[in-house]
Protein backbone atom coordinates (compact mmCIF):
# COMPACT_ATOMS: atom_id res chain seq x y z
CA UNK A 1 0.00 0.00 0.00
CA UNK A 2 1.38 3.43 -0.60
CA UNK A 3 -0.27 7.02 -0.26
CA UNK A 4 1.30 10.08 -2.30
CA UNK A 5 0.93 13.18 0.02
CA UNK A 6 -1.80 15.22 -1.32
CA UNK A 7 -0.49 18.93 -2.70
CA UNK A 8 -3.04 21.45 -3.00
CA UNK A 9 -5.15 22.24 -6.04
CA UNK A 10 -8.29 24.16 -7.10
CA UNK A 11 -9.78 25.30 -10.28
CA UNK A 12 -8.24 22.20 -11.98
CA UNK A 13 -9.80 21.19 -15.31
CA UNK A 14 -9.63 17.78 -16.84
CA UNK A 15 -7.14 18.40 -19.09
CA UNK A 16 -5.17 19.09 -16.70
CA UNK A 17 -5.10 15.79 -15.14
CA UNK A 18 -5.01 14.53 -18.97
CA UNK A 19 -1.92 16.47 -19.36
CA UNK A 20 -0.37 14.99 -15.93
CA UNK A 21 -1.22 11.46 -17.39
CA UNK A 22 0.64 11.97 -20.78
CA UNK A 23 3.47 13.46 -18.84
CA UNK A 24 4.18 10.22 -17.48
CA UNK A 25 2.48 7.11 -19.75
CA UNK A 26 3.50 7.27 -23.18
CA UNK A 27 1.11 6.45 -25.82
CA UNK A 28 -1.77 4.59 -24.37
CA UNK A 29 -4.21 7.30 -24.99
CA UNK A 30 -7.72 5.01 -25.23
CA UNK A 31 -6.24 3.99 -21.13
CA UNK A 32 -5.49 7.47 -20.10
CA UNK A 33 -9.05 8.54 -21.71
CA UNK A 34 -10.47 6.26 -19.93
CA UNK A 35 -9.48 7.06 -16.58
CA UNK A 36 -10.19 10.67 -16.70
CA UNK A 37 -13.93 9.93 -18.05
CA UNK A 38 -14.35 7.34 -15.49
CA UNK A 39 -13.26 9.95 -13.17
CA UNK A 40 -15.48 12.82 -14.24
CA UNK A 41 -18.36 10.42 -14.54
CA UNK A 42 -17.65 8.68 -11.35
CA UNK A 43 -17.38 5.12 -11.83
CA UNK A 44 -14.91 2.49 -11.77
CA UNK A 45 -12.31 0.89 -14.44
CA UNK A 46 -11.27 -2.34 -15.09
CA UNK A 47 -7.88 -2.88 -16.72
CA UNK A 48 -6.79 -5.31 -19.03
CA UNK A 49 -3.32 -6.31 -20.23
CA UNK A 50 -0.10 -7.97 -20.66
CA UNK A 51 2.46 -7.38 -17.16
CA UNK A 52 4.53 -4.63 -17.99
CA UNK A 53 2.51 -2.63 -20.42
CA UNK A 54 2.19 0.69 -17.48
CA UNK A 55 -2.04 -0.87 -16.14
CA UNK A 56 -0.12 0.00 -12.53
CA UNK A 57 1.53 3.14 -13.31
CA UNK A 58 -1.37 4.72 -14.93
CA UNK A 59 -3.77 4.29 -12.05
CA UNK A 60 -0.59 5.46 -9.84
CA UNK A 61 -0.58 8.52 -12.06
CA UNK A 62 -4.09 9.48 -11.95
CA UNK A 63 -3.85 9.11 -8.06
CA UNK A 64 -1.33 11.47 -8.06
CA UNK A 65 -2.60 14.01 -10.32
CA UNK A 66 -5.95 14.29 -8.35
CA UNK A 67 -4.34 15.08 -4.79
CA UNK A 68 -6.74 12.66 -2.81
CA UNK A 69 -5.66 9.78 -1.02
CA UNK A 70 -4.56 6.74 -2.84
CA UNK A 71 -4.25 2.75 -1.47
CA UNK A 72 -3.01 -0.05 -3.69
CA UNK A 73 -4.57 -3.57 -3.01
CA UNK A 74 -2.57 -6.64 -4.26
CA UNK A 75 -4.75 -9.36 -4.66
CA UNK A 76 -4.06 -12.88 -3.85
CA UNK A 77 -5.35 -16.08 -2.99
CA UNK A 78 -5.13 -15.94 0.80
CA UNK A 79 -6.49 -12.18 1.03
CA UNK A 80 -9.94 -11.72 3.53
CA UNK A 81 -13.00 -8.96 3.10
CA UNK A 82 -11.38 -7.91 5.95
CA UNK A 83 -8.30 -6.88 4.82
CA UNK A 84 -10.20 -4.45 2.15
CA UNK A 85 -12.77 -3.68 4.06
CA UNK A 86 -11.29 -3.18 7.52
CA UNK A 87 -12.25 -4.58 10.65
CA UNK A 88 -12.67 -4.31 14.66
CA UNK A 89 -10.32 -4.53 17.10
CA UNK A 90 -10.51 -4.90 20.89
CA UNK A 91 -8.22 -2.15 22.55
CA UNK A 92 -7.30 -3.53 25.77
CA UNK A 93 -6.51 -0.42 27.46
CA UNK A 94 -10.25 1.20 26.79
CA UNK A 95 -11.58 -2.15 27.04
CA UNK A 96 -13.77 -1.52 23.17
CA UNK A 97 -13.37 -2.13 20.51
CA UNK A 98 -12.02 0.45 18.09
CA UNK A 99 -12.62 0.18 13.92
CA UNK A 100 -9.66 0.12 11.82
CA UNK A 101 -10.77 1.42 8.05
CA UNK A 102 -9.12 -1.24 5.61
CA UNK A 103 -8.03 0.19 2.12
CA UNK A 104 -10.93 0.44 0.59
CA UNK A 105 -11.59 4.04 2.38
CA UNK A 106 -9.35 6.23 -0.62
CA UNK A 107 -10.40 8.20 -3.21
CA UNK A 108 -8.31 6.08 -5.72
CA UNK A 109 -8.06 2.39 -4.96
CA UNK A 110 -6.01 0.40 -7.14
CA UNK A 111 -6.87 -3.83 -6.96
CA UNK A 112 -4.25 -5.09 -8.42
CA UNK A 113 -4.63 -8.46 -9.92
CA UNK A 114 -8.46 -7.97 -8.61
CA UNK A 115 -9.37 -12.20 -10.43
CA UNK A 116 -6.46 -13.64 -7.86
CA UNK A 117 -8.74 -13.41 -4.74
CA UNK A 118 -11.58 -15.46 -3.88
CA UNK A 119 -14.89 -14.26 -4.55
CA UNK A 120 -15.95 -13.27 -1.18
CA UNK A 121 -13.17 -10.35 -1.30
CA UNK A 122 -14.19 -9.62 -4.75
CA UNK A 123 -17.74 -9.12 -3.58
CA UNK A 124 -16.69 -7.32 -0.73
CA UNK A 125 -14.61 -4.87 -2.83
CA UNK A 126 -17.61 -4.97 -5.59
CA UNK A 127 -20.27 -3.83 -2.61
CA UNK A 128 -18.36 -0.65 -1.49
CA UNK A 129 -17.90 0.25 -5.65
CA UNK A 130 -21.75 -0.34 -5.97
CA UNK A 131 -22.57 1.45 -2.69
CA UNK A 132 -20.33 3.94 -1.75
CA UNK A 133 -20.60 2.69 1.74
CA UNK A 134 -18.89 -0.55 3.53
CA UNK A 135 -19.93 -2.10 7.05
CA UNK A 136 -17.58 -2.65 9.54
CA UNK A 137 -18.92 -4.81 12.47
CA UNK A 138 -22.38 -2.98 14.01
CA UNK A 139 -21.41 0.31 11.71
CA UNK A 140 -22.16 1.70 7.98
CA UNK A 141 -19.62 3.78 7.03
CA UNK A 142 -19.69 6.05 4.11
CA UNK A 143 -16.46 5.84 1.71
CA UNK A 144 -14.81 9.30 0.74
CA UNK A 145 -15.75 11.30 -2.79
CA UNK A 146 -14.53 11.20 -5.15
CA UNK A 147 -13.93 6.97 -4.72
CA UNK A 148 -13.20 5.53 -7.85
CA UNK A 149 -11.92 2.01 -7.89
CA UNK A 150 -9.50 0.98 -10.51
CA UNK A 151 -8.84 -2.48 -10.98
CA UNK A 152 -5.69 -4.81 -13.34
CA UNK A 153 -6.29 -8.31 -14.85
CA UNK A 154 -3.70 -9.98 -16.81
CA UNK A 155 -5.47 -12.02 -19.56
CA UNK A 156 -2.51 -14.53 -19.81
CA UNK A 157 -1.40 -16.36 -16.39
CA UNK A 158 -4.80 -17.91 -15.93
CA UNK A 159 -3.91 -20.18 -13.35
CA UNK A 160 -4.80 -19.91 -9.42
CA UNK A 161 -7.40 -17.21 -10.79
CA UNK A 162 -10.83 -16.73 -9.89
CA UNK A 163 -12.80 -15.26 -13.05
CA UNK A 164 -15.15 -12.39 -11.99
CA UNK A 165 -18.97 -13.12 -12.63
CA UNK A 166 -21.04 -10.90 -15.15
CA UNK A 167 -22.63 -9.55 -12.32
CA UNK A 168 -19.84 -8.28 -10.81
CA UNK A 169 -18.74 -6.96 -13.82
CA UNK A 170 -21.21 -5.39 -14.73
CA UNK A 171 -20.49 -2.86 -11.86
CA UNK A 172 -17.29 -1.63 -13.42
CA UNK A 173 -18.03 1.39 -15.69
CA UNK A 174 -15.45 0.59 -18.59
CA UNK A 175 -13.34 -2.28 -19.61
CA UNK A 176 -10.00 -1.04 -20.95
CA UNK A 177 -8.03 -3.48 -22.44
CA UNK A 178 -4.17 -1.74 -22.48
CA UNK A 179 -2.23 -3.17 -25.93
CA UNK A 180 1.67 -3.53 -25.74
CA UNK A 181 3.15 -0.34 -26.91
CA UNK A 182 4.22 0.74 -30.54
CA UNK A 183 7.98 0.53 -31.61
CA UNK A 184 8.12 4.47 -31.03
CA UNK A 185 6.27 4.35 -27.94
CA UNK A 186 8.68 1.99 -26.69
CA UNK A 187 11.74 4.03 -27.91
CA UNK A 188 10.35 6.68 -25.69
CA UNK A 189 9.78 4.20 -22.85
CA UNK A 190 13.54 3.39 -22.62
CA UNK A 191 14.14 7.25 -22.94
CA UNK A 192 11.93 8.46 -20.04
CA UNK A 193 12.12 5.52 -17.65
CA UNK A 194 15.55 4.16 -18.62
CA UNK A 195 17.12 6.69 -15.88
CA UNK A 196 15.13 5.87 -12.88
CA UNK A 197 11.71 6.55 -11.32
CA UNK A 198 9.04 7.17 -13.44
CA UNK A 199 7.73 11.22 -13.06
CA UNK A 200 4.45 11.83 -11.52
CA UNK A 201 2.71 15.04 -11.89
CA UNK A 202 1.40 15.84 -8.30
CA UNK A 203 -1.74 17.67 -7.47
CA UNK A 204 -3.08 19.50 -10.80
CA UNK A 205 -6.57 19.17 -9.70
CA UNK A 206 -8.30 18.40 -5.85
CA UNK A 207 -10.86 16.45 -4.96
CA UNK A 208 -12.96 19.12 -4.95
CA UNK A 209 -12.51 19.69 -8.36
CA UNK A 210 -13.58 15.95 -9.14
CA UNK A 211 -16.80 16.50 -7.47
CA UNK A 212 -17.47 19.85 -9.36
CA UNK A 213 -16.80 18.20 -12.77
CA UNK A 214 -18.72 15.13 -11.62
CA UNK A 215 -21.61 18.00 -10.82
CA UNK A 216 -21.46 19.90 -14.06
CA UNK A 217 -21.22 16.52 -16.44
CA UNK A 218 -24.35 15.41 -15.09
CA UNK A 219 -25.66 18.99 -16.49
CA UNK A 220 -24.41 17.81 -20.43
CA UNK A 221 -27.47 17.58 -22.76
CA UNK A 222 -28.29 14.07 -24.74
CA UNK A 223 -30.54 14.69 -26.87
CA UNK A 224 -33.20 12.05 -27.58
CA UNK A 225 -31.81 10.84 -30.77
CA UNK A 226 -28.58 10.21 -29.01
CA UNK A 227 -30.12 8.45 -25.69
CA UNK A 228 -32.07 5.97 -28.23
CA UNK A 229 -28.94 5.03 -30.21
CA UNK A 230 -27.43 4.32 -27.05
CA UNK A 231 -30.28 2.45 -25.62
CA UNK A 232 -29.82 0.43 -29.69
CA UNK A 233 -26.83 -0.59 -29.28
CA UNK A 234 -27.02 -2.39 -25.83
CA UNK A 235 -30.16 -3.90 -27.02
CA UNK A 236 -28.36 -4.93 -29.94
CA UNK A 237 -26.01 -6.92 -27.93
CA UNK A 238 -28.77 -9.54 -26.64
CA UNK A 239 -29.38 -12.13 -29.27
CA UNK A 240 -26.85 -11.46 -31.22
CA UNK A 241 -24.49 -14.25 -33.24
CA UNK A 242 -21.95 -15.54 -30.65
CA UNK A 243 -23.52 -13.84 -27.88
CA UNK A 244 -24.92 -16.00 -24.62
CA UNK A 245 -26.06 -13.34 -22.67
CA UNK A 246 -25.86 -9.50 -23.50
CA UNK A 247 -25.45 -6.16 -21.70
CA UNK A 248 -28.15 -5.12 -18.96
CA UNK A 249 -29.34 -2.19 -18.79
CA UNK A 250 -26.70 -1.02 -16.52
CA UNK A 251 -24.79 -0.55 -19.70
CA UNK A 252 -27.07 1.82 -21.14
CA UNK A 253 -26.24 3.92 -18.16
CA UNK A 254 -22.88 3.70 -18.50
CA UNK A 255 -22.65 4.41 -22.01
CA UNK A 256 -24.47 8.09 -21.43
CA UNK A 257 -22.14 8.71 -18.57
CA UNK A 258 -19.51 8.13 -20.29
CA UNK A 259 -20.50 10.47 -23.63
CA UNK A 260 -21.63 13.15 -20.94
CA UNK A 261 -18.19 13.07 -19.63
CA UNK A 262 -16.06 12.87 -23.23
CA UNK A 263 -18.36 15.73 -24.22
CA UNK A 264 -17.44 17.60 -20.93
CA UNK A 265 -13.88 17.13 -21.54
CA UNK A 266 -13.74 17.82 -24.70
CA UNK A 267 -15.81 21.31 -23.60
CA UNK A 268 -18.74 20.30 -25.22
CA UNK A 269 -22.87 20.84 -23.67
CA UNK A 270 -24.21 18.61 -25.33
CA UNK A 271 -23.34 14.67 -26.52
CA UNK A 272 -23.03 13.08 -30.20
CA UNK A 273 -23.18 9.68 -31.81
CA UNK A 274 -19.79 9.91 -32.32
CA UNK A 275 -19.48 9.97 -27.83
CA UNK A 276 -21.27 6.92 -27.90
CA UNK A 277 -20.14 4.98 -30.82
CA UNK A 278 -16.75 5.43 -29.80
CA UNK A 279 -16.73 4.47 -26.14
CA UNK A 280 -19.05 1.86 -26.71
CA UNK A 281 -16.34 -1.06 -26.87
CA UNK A 282 -15.20 -0.10 -23.49
CA UNK A 283 -18.85 -0.39 -21.73
CA UNK A 284 -20.25 -3.67 -23.74
CA UNK A 285 -16.70 -5.93 -23.86
CA UNK A 286 -17.20 -7.05 -20.27
CA UNK A 287 -20.82 -7.07 -19.87
CA UNK A 288 -21.06 -9.43 -22.80
CA UNK A 289 -21.08 -12.92 -22.12
CA UNK A 290 -19.86 -15.16 -25.49
CA UNK A 291 -21.56 -18.39 -27.08
CA UNK A 292 -19.43 -21.84 -26.16
CA UNK A 293 -18.76 -21.52 -30.18
CA UNK A 294 -16.86 -18.62 -30.26
CA UNK A 295 -14.00 -20.70 -27.65
CA UNK A 296 -14.37 -23.56 -30.19
CA UNK A 297 -13.89 -21.36 -33.26
CA UNK A 298 -10.85 -19.69 -31.82
CA UNK A 299 -13.17 -16.04 -32.30
CA UNK A 300 -12.00 -12.57 -31.27
CA UNK A 301 -14.70 -11.24 -28.73
CA UNK A 302 -13.94 -7.96 -29.93
CA UNK A 303 -14.61 -8.37 -33.43
CA UNK A 304 -18.18 -9.75 -32.19
CA UNK A 305 -18.58 -6.17 -30.30
CA UNK A 306 -17.53 -4.44 -33.46
CA UNK A 307 -20.11 -6.37 -35.46
CA UNK A 308 -22.92 -5.44 -32.70
CA UNK A 309 -21.46 -2.30 -32.87
CA UNK A 310 -21.63 -1.95 -36.76
CA UNK A 311 -24.88 -3.41 -37.28
CA UNK A 312 -26.66 -0.35 -35.14
CA UNK A 313 -26.95 2.83 -37.48
CA UNK A 314 -26.19 6.07 -35.70
CA UNK A 315 -29.44 9.17 -36.02
CA UNK B 1 -58.10 29.72 -28.07
CA UNK B 2 -60.25 27.47 -30.65
CA UNK B 3 -58.85 26.75 -33.58
CA UNK B 4 -61.26 27.32 -37.15
CA UNK B 5 -62.82 24.14 -38.15
CA UNK B 6 -60.53 21.85 -40.54
CA UNK B 7 -63.17 21.73 -42.49
CA UNK B 8 -62.77 25.34 -43.38
CA UNK B 9 -59.22 25.23 -44.35
CA UNK B 10 -59.95 21.86 -46.98
CA UNK B 11 -59.77 22.34 -50.36
CA UNK B 12 -61.98 20.62 -52.68
CA UNK B 13 -60.75 18.16 -54.84
CA UNK B 14 -61.63 15.63 -57.01
CA UNK B 15 -59.74 12.51 -56.13
CA UNK B 16 -60.00 9.82 -58.99
CA UNK B 17 -57.18 7.45 -57.58
CA UNK B 18 -54.95 7.39 -54.34
CA UNK B 19 -52.82 3.72 -54.42
CA UNK B 20 -49.46 3.15 -52.29
CA UNK B 21 -47.37 0.13 -53.55
CA UNK B 22 -44.16 -1.26 -52.81
CA UNK B 23 -41.75 -2.51 -55.10
CA UNK B 24 -40.65 -5.41 -53.37
CA UNK B 25 -42.85 -7.20 -50.05
CA UNK B 26 -40.16 -9.69 -49.29
CA UNK B 27 -36.84 -8.03 -48.19
CA UNK B 28 -34.13 -8.50 -45.49
CA UNK B 29 -32.98 -6.60 -43.01
CA UNK B 30 -30.70 -3.57 -44.23
CA UNK B 31 -31.98 -4.27 -47.99
CA UNK B 32 -33.65 -0.55 -49.37
CA UNK B 33 -37.23 -1.05 -51.67
CA UNK B 34 -39.22 1.68 -52.25
CA UNK B 35 -42.59 2.86 -51.70
CA UNK B 36 -44.68 4.53 -53.98
CA UNK B 37 -48.05 7.01 -53.12
CA UNK B 38 -49.99 8.10 -56.09
CA UNK B 39 -52.75 10.41 -55.96
CA UNK B 40 -54.78 12.08 -58.93
CA UNK B 41 -57.21 14.84 -58.58
CA UNK B 42 -58.80 16.24 -61.68
CA UNK B 43 -57.96 19.63 -60.77
CA UNK B 44 -54.96 21.63 -61.56
CA UNK B 45 -52.78 21.83 -58.91
CA UNK B 46 -48.91 23.26 -58.69
CA UNK B 47 -48.68 20.30 -55.20
CA UNK B 48 -50.75 18.58 -52.78
CA UNK B 49 -49.22 19.00 -49.13
CA UNK B 50 -52.41 17.67 -47.89
CA UNK B 51 -51.14 14.11 -48.54
CA UNK B 52 -49.79 12.74 -45.55
CA UNK B 53 -47.21 9.79 -45.93
CA UNK B 54 -47.70 6.80 -43.93
CA UNK B 55 -45.77 6.20 -40.36
CA UNK B 56 -43.05 4.05 -41.67
CA UNK B 57 -42.04 2.99 -37.85
CA UNK B 58 -38.77 1.64 -37.51
CA UNK B 59 -37.70 1.37 -40.93
CA UNK B 60 -34.97 4.46 -41.64
CA UNK B 61 -35.88 6.43 -44.18
CA UNK B 62 -33.06 7.16 -46.99
CA UNK B 63 -34.97 9.18 -49.21
CA UNK B 64 -38.27 10.97 -50.30
CA UNK B 65 -38.61 12.27 -53.68
CA UNK B 66 -42.22 13.91 -54.63
CA UNK B 67 -43.16 14.66 -58.59
CA UNK B 68 -45.79 16.23 -59.87
CA UNK B 69 -47.10 16.77 -63.47
CA UNK B 70 -50.38 18.47 -64.19
CA UNK B 71 -52.47 18.81 -67.12
CA UNK B 72 -56.14 20.25 -68.67
CA UNK B 73 -57.26 16.92 -67.27
CA UNK B 74 -55.55 17.00 -63.73
CA UNK B 75 -52.78 16.41 -61.64
CA UNK B 76 -50.68 13.83 -60.70
CA UNK B 77 -48.36 13.48 -57.94
CA UNK B 78 -46.06 9.93 -57.04
CA UNK B 79 -44.10 10.01 -53.97
CA UNK B 80 -41.67 7.70 -54.08
CA UNK B 81 -40.11 7.05 -50.24
CA UNK B 82 -36.70 5.14 -50.21
CA UNK B 83 -36.85 2.62 -47.06
CA UNK B 84 -34.55 0.54 -45.31
CA UNK B 85 -35.61 -2.01 -42.71
CA UNK B 86 -34.09 -2.63 -39.45
CA UNK B 87 -35.74 -5.38 -37.70
CA UNK B 88 -37.05 -8.59 -38.86
CA UNK B 89 -40.65 -9.26 -39.17
CA UNK B 90 -43.98 -8.63 -40.74
CA UNK B 91 -45.09 -4.94 -41.41
CA UNK B 92 -48.17 -3.84 -42.54
CA UNK B 93 -47.66 -0.01 -43.58
CA UNK B 94 -51.06 1.89 -43.53
CA UNK B 95 -52.00 3.69 -46.06
CA UNK B 96 -51.18 7.50 -47.04
CA UNK B 97 -53.78 9.91 -47.35
CA UNK B 98 -55.39 13.13 -47.53
CA UNK B 99 -58.07 15.28 -45.86
CA UNK B 100 -59.70 17.10 -48.22
CA UNK B 101 -63.52 18.23 -49.30
CA UNK B 102 -65.52 15.84 -51.45
CA UNK B 103 -66.15 17.55 -55.25
CA UNK B 104 -68.79 14.96 -55.56
CA UNK B 105 -70.21 15.22 -52.20
CA UNK B 106 -68.97 18.54 -51.12
CA UNK B 107 -68.30 17.40 -47.65
CA UNK B 108 -65.22 16.87 -46.16
CA UNK B 109 -63.55 13.42 -46.29
CA UNK B 110 -60.73 11.41 -45.42
CA UNK B 111 -58.81 9.33 -48.81
CA UNK B 112 -57.04 6.96 -47.81
CA UNK B 113 -54.89 4.42 -49.67
CA UNK B 114 -54.49 0.66 -49.39
CA UNK B 115 -52.07 -0.65 -46.71
CA UNK B 116 -48.86 -2.34 -47.61
CA UNK B 117 -47.79 -5.54 -46.08
CA UNK B 118 -44.07 -6.18 -46.19
CA UNK B 119 -42.61 -9.34 -44.63
CA UNK B 120 -38.99 -8.43 -43.76
CA UNK B 121 -36.36 -11.36 -43.35
CA UNK B 122 -33.61 -11.10 -40.50
CA UNK B 123 -30.04 -10.20 -42.06
CA UNK B 124 -29.25 -12.65 -44.42
CA UNK B 125 -31.09 -15.46 -43.80
CA UNK B 126 -31.53 -18.56 -46.04
CA UNK B 127 -35.49 -17.09 -46.89
CA UNK B 128 -33.78 -13.71 -47.72
CA UNK B 129 -31.15 -15.22 -50.01
CA UNK B 130 -34.04 -17.82 -51.81
CA UNK B 131 -35.88 -14.28 -52.13
CA UNK B 132 -33.34 -12.52 -53.58
CA UNK B 133 -32.38 -15.37 -55.87
CA UNK B 134 -36.32 -15.40 -57.13
CA UNK B 135 -35.96 -11.74 -57.48
CA UNK B 136 -33.02 -11.97 -59.74
CA UNK B 137 -34.33 -14.62 -61.86
CA UNK B 138 -37.57 -12.99 -61.90
CA UNK B 139 -35.91 -9.53 -63.05
CA UNK B 140 -33.47 -11.00 -65.81
CA UNK B 141 -37.36 -12.46 -67.77
CA UNK B 142 -39.24 -9.58 -66.55
CA UNK B 143 -36.31 -7.29 -68.05
CA UNK B 144 -36.64 -9.09 -71.57
CA UNK B 145 -39.78 -8.89 -71.41
CA UNK B 146 -39.80 -5.50 -70.69
CA UNK B 147 -37.40 -4.92 -73.33
CA UNK B 148 -40.05 -5.88 -76.28
CA UNK B 149 -42.77 -4.29 -74.92
CA UNK B 150 -41.28 -1.36 -74.56
CA UNK B 151 -40.28 -1.38 -78.04
CA UNK B 152 -43.59 -2.22 -78.97
CA UNK B 153 -44.48 0.86 -77.66
CA UNK B 154 -41.98 3.15 -78.85
CA UNK B 155 -43.13 1.96 -82.70
CA UNK B 156 -46.97 2.33 -81.47
CA UNK B 157 -46.28 6.08 -80.03
CA UNK B 158 -43.95 6.46 -83.53
CA UNK B 159 -47.07 5.60 -85.97
CA UNK B 160 -49.51 7.37 -83.31
CA UNK B 161 -47.46 10.84 -83.84
CA UNK B 162 -48.32 11.28 -87.31
CA UNK B 163 -51.97 11.44 -86.67
CA UNK B 164 -53.56 13.82 -84.22
CA UNK B 165 -55.37 12.19 -82.17
CA UNK B 166 -59.06 13.61 -80.47
CA UNK B 167 -57.93 13.71 -76.54
CA UNK B 168 -54.15 13.10 -75.76
CA UNK B 169 -54.06 9.90 -73.01
CA UNK B 170 -52.26 11.46 -70.29
CA UNK B 171 -49.47 8.53 -69.13
CA UNK B 172 -49.73 7.58 -65.47
CA UNK B 173 -46.62 6.05 -63.81
CA UNK B 174 -47.59 4.67 -60.78
CA UNK B 175 -44.18 4.75 -59.76
CA UNK B 176 -41.70 7.47 -61.99
CA UNK B 177 -37.83 6.99 -61.65
CA UNK B 178 -36.93 10.11 -60.08
CA UNK B 179 -34.71 12.39 -62.15
CA UNK B 180 -30.95 12.19 -61.54
CA UNK B 181 -29.79 14.86 -59.00
CA UNK B 182 -26.45 15.91 -57.52
CA UNK B 183 -25.92 15.59 -54.31
CA UNK B 184 -25.93 19.31 -54.06
CA UNK B 185 -28.82 19.75 -55.63
CA UNK B 186 -30.57 17.56 -52.29
CA UNK B 187 -28.72 19.82 -50.28
CA UNK B 188 -29.85 22.76 -51.60
CA UNK B 189 -33.56 21.12 -52.09
CA UNK B 190 -33.31 20.71 -47.94
CA UNK B 191 -31.93 23.77 -47.21
CA UNK B 192 -34.62 25.57 -48.43
CA UNK B 193 -37.05 23.42 -46.43
CA UNK B 194 -35.53 24.05 -43.23
CA UNK B 195 -35.32 27.51 -44.05
CA UNK B 196 -39.14 27.78 -44.89
CA UNK B 197 -39.87 25.27 -41.66
CA UNK B 198 -37.49 24.77 -39.56
CA UNK B 199 -38.60 21.38 -37.98
CA UNK B 200 -36.45 18.81 -36.32
CA UNK B 201 -36.94 16.39 -39.22
CA UNK B 202 -36.39 18.97 -42.17
CA UNK B 203 -32.85 19.78 -39.69
CA UNK B 204 -32.62 15.69 -39.91
CA UNK B 205 -32.89 15.73 -43.76
CA UNK B 206 -30.70 18.60 -44.17
CA UNK B 207 -28.06 17.00 -42.11
CA UNK B 208 -28.19 13.37 -44.03
CA UNK B 209 -28.38 15.60 -47.48
CA UNK B 210 -24.86 17.01 -46.27
CA UNK B 211 -23.70 13.78 -45.08
CA UNK B 212 -24.26 12.14 -48.49
CA UNK B 213 -22.39 15.07 -50.17
CA UNK B 214 -19.86 14.03 -48.19
CA UNK B 215 -19.65 11.10 -49.30
CA UNK B 216 -20.90 9.76 -45.78
CA UNK B 217 -23.59 6.56 -46.14
CA UNK B 218 -26.80 7.00 -43.99
CA UNK B 219 -26.18 5.52 -40.19
CA UNK B 220 -22.76 7.31 -40.11
CA UNK B 221 -21.37 9.62 -37.82
CA UNK B 222 -19.84 13.02 -38.26
CA UNK B 223 -16.05 11.47 -37.83
CA UNK B 224 -17.44 9.12 -40.40
CA UNK B 225 -18.35 12.31 -42.85
CA UNK B 226 -15.89 14.51 -42.00
CA UNK B 227 -13.31 11.95 -42.82
CA UNK B 228 -14.71 11.50 -46.15
CA UNK B 229 -14.21 14.78 -47.20
CA UNK B 230 -11.80 17.43 -47.22
CA UNK B 231 -14.50 20.38 -48.14
CA UNK B 232 -13.55 22.71 -45.88
CA UNK B 233 -16.86 24.73 -46.47
CA UNK B 234 -18.27 21.02 -46.58
CA UNK B 235 -16.64 19.93 -43.05
CA UNK B 236 -18.36 23.37 -41.26
CA UNK B 237 -21.69 22.58 -42.30
CA UNK B 238 -21.68 19.36 -40.94
CA UNK B 239 -20.14 20.39 -38.23
CA UNK B 240 -22.73 23.22 -37.43
CA UNK B 241 -25.62 20.59 -38.29
CA UNK B 242 -24.51 18.42 -35.80
CA UNK B 243 -24.47 21.02 -33.33
CA UNK B 244 -28.16 22.31 -33.93
CA UNK B 245 -29.41 18.59 -34.39
CA UNK B 246 -27.96 17.00 -31.02
CA UNK B 247 -27.22 20.59 -29.24
CA UNK B 248 -29.24 21.91 -26.32
CA UNK B 249 -32.68 23.36 -27.02
CA UNK B 250 -31.54 26.82 -25.64
CA UNK B 251 -28.61 27.04 -28.06
CA UNK B 252 -30.16 25.68 -31.31
CA UNK B 253 -31.25 28.80 -32.83
CA UNK B 254 -27.88 30.46 -32.59
CA UNK B 255 -26.53 26.98 -33.99
CA UNK B 256 -29.23 27.03 -36.61
CA UNK B 257 -28.51 30.26 -37.85
CA UNK B 258 -24.88 29.70 -38.25
CA UNK B 259 -26.04 26.18 -39.83
CA UNK B 260 -27.94 28.01 -42.29
CA UNK B 261 -25.22 30.55 -43.08
CA UNK B 262 -22.50 28.23 -43.02
CA UNK B 263 -25.06 25.62 -45.81
CA UNK B 264 -25.36 28.49 -47.64
CA UNK B 265 -21.79 29.68 -48.23
CA UNK B 266 -20.77 25.84 -49.24
CA UNK B 267 -23.57 25.87 -51.88
CA UNK B 268 -22.27 29.63 -53.40
Known sequence: MTTPSPAPASGGRPRDVTDALHATIV????????????????????????????????????AAAVAGTFRRVQFTPDLLPSDIVGTRIFDQKTGEFATVLGPLFANVVLADEINRAPAKVQSALLEGMQERRATIGPQTHDLPAPFVVLATMNPFDSDGTYPLPL??????????????????????????????????????????????????????????????????????????????????????LALVALARARAYLEGRAYTTPDDVRDLAPSVLRHRISYDDRIAIAGGDPEDVVRRIIASVPAP | MVSASPALALRTLHVDALAMRADRTQVAVGEVFHLAIHIRVRERVAALDELVIPDVGTMQ?????????????????????????????TFTINGAYLDAVDARTRKPSRFSANPVRLVVAGGTT??????????????????????LVVAALLVTLARARRRPQPIPAA????????????????????????RTAPSHDALMRLRAALFAAAGADAGS????????????????ALIAAERTAFGPAHARDAASAELIDATEAWLR
Open chain 1, 167 to 252: AQLDRFLAKVVVPYPSRDEERTIVDRFGAGEPPLRAGVAAAADVLRWQREAHQVFVDAKVRDYAVDLVRATRGAELVAHGASPRAV
Open chain 2, 171 to 194: PVAPVAAPPKRTPRDAVLEALRTY
Open chain 1, 27 to 62: GQDDVVEALVLALIAGGHVLLEGAPGVAKTLACRAL
Open chain 2, 61 to 89: ILGDERHVTSSPSGTDVVETLTLEPRQPG
Open chain 2, 126 to 147: LTAQFWEAVRILVGIMLAGTGA
Open chain 2, 221 to 236: TLRDALAATTDQGLRT
